[in-house]
C-alpha cells in the first residue's frame, strides 16, 4: 500500500511539472511579447503553479531531491547555473566560499552549493517564510550543516562586505527596484574578491 501510494506522488509531481510547462509553451506561442506581461505571467501561470509544487514537497519531503533533478533535466539554464559553478569551485581551489543564495525558492540551488562547492557556507533567503520553513527543515533532516536560511527582502538587506558570491536566478524579473537590489548586492560582496552569478529568464547567463 505504501509503495503505491509512494508511485502515485511521484507521478503527481510529474504530471503537475508537464502541465504547467505545457501551459506556459501554448500561452507563449499565443502572445506576441512576454516582455509587456511579466505581472500577469506571474500572476496567472508562475506562482500558483509553483505553489503547488511546494505543497506536494511539503507533505512528501522525499519527493524533494526527484523534483530537483526534474528541474535540473527541464531547464536548460539551470545546466548553465550549475557549470559556471563548478568551474568557479575549480578556480578557487580549497578556498572556503561565503555564498548568498538570493532568492532560493525551492532551494535546487541551495542543494547543490552546499555539497558541490565545498568548502563553503551558504546564506539561502526568500521573502516567502513557509518555502524558507520547508527548506530549513529538509535541510535539517538530510543533516546539511553549511547551509542557513533566512526571510529576507532584497530591497532591504544590509550584508556589508560579507560575501564572496552571490547567486540569483530567476529572481530579479519580479522586482520592480531592481537598482536597489544590484547596490545592495555591490555593498554585500567583499572588496577583495567580487562575484555575482545572475540569470533571469530573459536574458543570458551573467557574471
Same mark, same amino acid.
Given at each position: 500500500?505504501?509503495?503505491?501510494?509512494?508511485?502515485?506522488?511521484?507521478?503527481?509531481?510529474?504530471?503537475?511539472?508537464?502541465?504547467?510547462?505545457?501551459?506556459?509553451?501554448?500561452?507563449?506561442?499565443?502572445?506576441?511579447?512576454?516582455?509587456?506581461?511579466?505581472?500577469?505571467?506571474?500572476?496567472?501561470?508562475?506562482?500558483?503553479?509553483?505553489?503547488?509544487?511546494?505543497?506536494?514537497?511539503?507533505?512528501?519531503?522525499?519527493?524533494?531531491?526527484?523534483?530537483?533533478?526534474?528541474?535540473?533535466?527541464?531547464?536548460?539554464?539551470?545546466?548553465?547555473?550549475?557549470?559556471?559553478?563548478?568551474?568557479?569551485?575549480?578556480?578557487?581551489?580549497?578556498?572556503?566560499?561565503?555564498?548568498?543564495?538570493?532568492?532560493?525558492?525551492?532551494?535546487?540551488?541551495?542543494?547543490?552549493?552546499?555539497?558541490?562547492?565545498?568548502?563553503?557556507?551558504?546564506?539561502?533567503?526568500?521573502?516567502? =517564510? &513557509?518555502?524558507?520553513?520547508?527548506?530549513?527543515?529538509?535541510?535539517? %533532516? $538530510?543533516? +546539511?550543516?553549511?547551509?542557513?536560511?533566512?526571510? /529576507?527582502?532584497?530591497?532591504?538587506?544590509?550584508?556589508?562586505?560579507?560575501?564572496?558570491?552571490?547567486?540569483?536566478?530567476?529572481?530579479?524579473?519580479?522586482?520592480? =527596484? &531592481?537598482?536597489?537590489?544590484?547596490?545592495?548586492?555591490?555593498?554585500? %560582496? $567583499?572588496? +577583495?574578491?567580487?562575484?555575482?552569478?545572475?540569470? /533571469?529568464?530573459?536574458?543570458?547567463?551573467?557574471?
Amino acid at each position: 500500500m505504501e509503495d503505491v501510494k509512494w508511485q502515485t506522488q511521484i507521478l503527481k509531481v510529474l504530471s503537475l511539472f508537464f502541465s504547467y510547462t505545457n501551459q506556459m509553451s501554448e500561452w507563449l506561442i499565443s502572445t506576441i511579447s512576454i516582455s509587456h506581461f511579466p505581472s500577469i505571467i506571474t500572476e496567472m501561470y508562475y506562482d500558483p503553479i509553483k505553489n503547488i509544487f511546494a505543497n506536494t514537497i511539503r507533505e512528501y519531503p522525499f519527493l524533494r531531491i526527484l523534483f530537483y533533478k526534474i528541474l535540473d533535466l527541464m531547464f536548460l539554464r539551470s545546466w548553465y547555473v550549475r557549470r559556471e559553478l563548478k568551474e568557479l569551485r575549480h578556480k578557487l581551489g580549497d578556498s572556503r566560499i561565503e555564498i548568498y543564495d538570493a532568492g532560493s525558492g525551492f532551494g535546487q540551488y541551495t542543494y547543490f552549493m552546499a555539497s558541490k562547492l565545498k568548502p563553503c557556507n551558504v546564506f539561502a533567503i526568500d521573502v516567502k =517564510e &513557509d518555502w524558507i520553513n520547508d527548506c530549513r527543515n529538509f535541510f535539517k %533532516l $538530510k543533516e +546539511i550543516l553549511n547551509v542557513s536560511f533566512a526571510v /529576507e527582502d532584497l530591497t532591504n538587506i544590509n550584508h556589508h562586505n560579507r560575501f564572496d558570491l552571490i547567486v540569483c536566478v530567476d529572481v530579479m524579473e519580479h522586482i520592480q =527596484e &531592481d537598482i536597489t537590489v544590484f547596490r545592495n548586492f555591490y555593498d554585500s %560582496l $567583499k572588496k +577583495i574578491w567580487k562575484k555575482i552569478l545572475l540569470s /533571469e529568464k530573459n536574458i543570458p547567463l551573467l557574471w
